[in-house]
């Protein structure tokens, strides 16, 4: 992961960046969202 670094890591942050959203809505946002 030395050479596409900046790639892999944009698409790594972007993940993980929905994955909090994600979480985060269904443990904070969840009773507001049903």
């Known amino acids: ?3 596409r670094y900046g790639g892999n890591a944009f698409a ?3 993940v993980i960046f929905v994955l909090l959203i994600i ?4 443990c ?3 009773f ?3």
């Open 1 to 3: 992961m030395g050479e």
């Open 12 to 14: 790594f942050i972007v």
């Open 23 to 26: 979480v985060g809505c269904s």
């Open 28 to 30: 904070f946002g969840g």
């Open 32 to 34: 507001g969202y049903y």
